[in-house]
């Protein structure tokens, strides 16, 4: 198993090597970088492209450890109980299996995706240690120890909220998607417009990086906000030159909404293209 | 095999660990990498490095390992041969290179790679190494060392040495000073540590969890309660010495103030003495007795003061020794009434570290604060924290 990228993903080398250690040597890999470049679709391409089931996993806040291996519902069986139910004799009928039993029960090999890790406490990694070393886990309740049949490939999403402790990184491999360059934007995009006129790509591309270097911005826009302004451009039929005006002076480009989410930010921008002018 | 490789690592104080070191040689026995440096180098960097804020530290360190060895178990040693070859091709004229030819191209590679070490301990030697001697086959070649270094660029195969001499990751480092970027990670320790609190609250999930455990008798569950319960008192030097870590003492405000319900701030000049204020312009005006904040903020509150410490000694130490009012009582003693009121506190130092042993009056400062004295990077802020967040 191999994975090279696919044709609605771009994957630099370095992450490529990243992504195949992770399967070859049978380590999560762990991902961060800036939000939109792409970090939770990675999960789901590589399951694509190797023709694996994707199981996701959404931690939020509140989510604990146990829940990715499996739930008690006590609740229902109280209930069961209540209205005499005959399922209530039998424990196993209110465990719920989570995403990492399913995991390891699947007959072949499966891509789990634990998106965004950080959001949750701070001992949920340390939680999932074992589980995710060892590939087991056991239930108490029905007192069986449930072994992957086989190790899935396990990415791990981060946007750096808290810090992760050193035992769970250790067993993690790690990479960080930097933000691509003007080149790799140029694949991304062709990958997402393949019939996108050159001139327009070109002009909106130099409109973007332009923004990106603007300091004192409080969100840099993203890739998935230029593949956003760009469907807009596209639907919109905005030529080029209205990216760059006549005399080559700088504008505020159009539709800049779908780049800068942040009013101060529009804000900033817009008396910077006025002092521009200015001062020429 | 590679073991120099993981002590060099060590020994520049990235935190890599046995384990991590045996999964790399077993990928590099499984040939995960390719016998490339590029991919070793990626590979390394994935199984070792689990944080892109030594990320640098790896590239340099990497860099400085492969100054020493020529050639890790063959691994490597073709590479950088190739680049040098490359750079050498383009920057010279063919005449040149029908000349060096006779040379030899062997012994040349050797010259220029001692020149290229030379320059790179040497890092602005400017034009100088190129140019030295008559009989440097470069001598006449007249490229800029800058254009050799970048030189790669263009040429197609992304070679390793570009990679970590680039050192793209440099402003990930958490001994720099905090910057735009950085202040957010910064910011993050900072919830982390306002998210703790200790009172409880009734767990009604775990109440009706536990009571169906127990056949329906009730099974009350408390749990901690996770609100911000951090209250931080912020007291920031203005003015003088501290004009030069405005930027710095900004940001971290800004990021103070979105992260605390409970945060109040201060101004003070060099040293806190009976009074401080809280609006710049109206500092003359509108002054708040420090004895009413002793009495107004409980022992609860966290005590962070952020200041260059940097002043005559007489200032903190003596009556009337403040430079803009006649203090009755020296800026110790308020200092202390401070830390006696507030146990938990830390001191944030927007001076590098390395200047304190020279400053009588930061020692002065440390001695009283009782060396919770940190320097305003990331580590320091991250040590800060920790320190703010034990139990006083």
């Known amino acids: 198993m191999r994975f090279e990228g696919t044709k609605d993903y771009v994957a630099t080398p370095d992450l490529m090597l990243a992504v195949n250690a992770a399967i070859r040597l049978q380590r999560p890999l762990l991902i961060k970088g800036e939000p939109g470049t792409g970090k939770t679709m990675l999960a789901e391409e590589v399951a694509a492209a190797l023709d694996l089931p994707l199981l996701q996993w959404h931690v939020k806040s509140t989510t604990k450890a146990q829940q990715g291996l499996y739930e008690y519902d006590a609740v229902s069986r109280l209930r069961d109980s209540q209205l005499g139910d005959d399922r209530v004799r039998e424990i196993g009928n209110y465990i719920v299996k989570g995403v990492l039993w399913q995991a390891f029960e699947a007959d072949k090999p499966t891509v789990v995706l634990i998106d965004e890790i950080d959001k949750a406490d701070i001992e949920f990694p340390n939680d999932l240690l074992r589980e995710l070393d060892r590939m087991e886990f056991h239930v108490y309740e029905t007192r069986q120890t449930v072994r992957a049949r086989h190790r899935p490939i396990v990415f791990i999403t981060s946007n750096n909220e808290k810090e992760l402790p050193d035992a769970f990184l250790r067993r993690c491999f790690f990479h960080y998607i930097r933000f691509p360059d003007q080149d790799t934007m140029q694949r991304i995009v062709d990958v997402h417009f393949p019939g996108i006129r050159q001139d327009t790509l070109r002009a909106a591309l130099e409109v973007f990086f332009g923004l990106r270097e603007v300091p004192g911005l409080k969100k840099k826009p993203s890739t998935s906000e230029l593949i956003d302004w760009l469907k807009l451009l596209v639907a919109e039929d905005i030529p080029a030159e209205a990216l760059r005006s006549r005399d080559n002076k700088v504008v505020v480009p159009p539709l800049a909404g779908a780049l800068l989410k942040n009013e101060q930010d529009i804000h900033l921008y817009e008396r910077l293209v006025a002092m521009a002018r200015q001062n020429r | ?392």
């Not at chain 2, 070793?40 to 020493?68: I, M, Q």
């Open chain 2, 1 to 392: 095999m590679l073991i120099d490789f993981f002590l060099h690592l060590k020994h520049r104080k990235l935190p890599v660990s046995t384990r991590e070191f045996l999964t790399l040689l077993e990928g590099v026995r499984d040939g995960v990498c390719g016998p490339s440096i590029d991919e070793f180098f990626h590979f390394a960097r994935t199984c070792l490095v689990k944080d892109e804020s030594l990320y640098d530290r790896f590239d340099r360190a990497f860099g400085e390992y492969l100054g020493n060895v020529q050639a890790i178990a063959g691994l490597e040693a073709e590479l950088p041969e190739e680049w040098l070859r490359a750079v050498a091709t383009r920057h010279l004229s063919p005449e040149d290179r029908a000349r060096l030819e006779k040379l030899g191209w062997d012994k040349l590679m050797e010259t220029f790679r001692e020149r290229l070490r030379e320059q790179k301990e040497r890092h602005q030697g400017g034009s100088k190494w190129i140019g030295t001697g008559g009989t440097s086959p470069f001598g006449n070649s007249g490229v800029h060392p800058e254009g050799i270094r970048v030189g790669g660029e263009s040429a197609g195969n992304r070679t390793a040495v570009k990679v970590w001499e680039r050192r793209e990751f440099r402003n990930l480092d958490d001994s720099v000073e905090l910057g735009t970027r950085n202040i957010k990670v910064a910011l993050r320790r900072l919830r982390r540590f306002a998210r703790e609190g200790a009172s409880e609250e009734l767990d009604l999930d775990g109440t009706i969890t536990a009571t169906a455990r127990n056949a329906g008798w009730l099974n009350l569950m408390m749990r901690p309660e996770r609100h911000n319960a951090v209250k931080v008192l912020l007291f920031l030097d203005v003015g003088g010495s501290m004009d030069d870590h405005v930027k710095v003492c900004e940001e971290l405000f800004s990021a103070c103030r979105t992260e605390f319900k409970h945060l109040e701030y201060f101004y003070f000049h060099n040293c806190v003495y009976e009074s401080v204020w809280k609006d710049n312009r109206r500092r003359y005006s509108e002054r708040i007795a420090v004895t009413d904040l002793l009495h107004k903020y409980g022992p609860d509150y966290k005590l962070i003061v952020v200041g260059d410490a940097t002043m005559s000694p007489y200032e903190i130490l003596h009556p009337h020794g403040s430079i803009e009012h006649m203090n009755a009582e020296p800026g110790a003693a308020w200092l202390r009434r401070l830390l006696d009121t507030w146990p938990a506190a830390a001191w944030l130092n927007p001076e590098p570290e390395r200047l304190w042993q020279y400053r009588q009056s930061i020692g002065i400062i440390r001695d009283i604060v009782g060396e919770r004295m940190y320097p305003m990077t990331l580590a320091g802020l991250e040590a800060a924290m920790r320190q703010l967040s034990k139990k006083h």
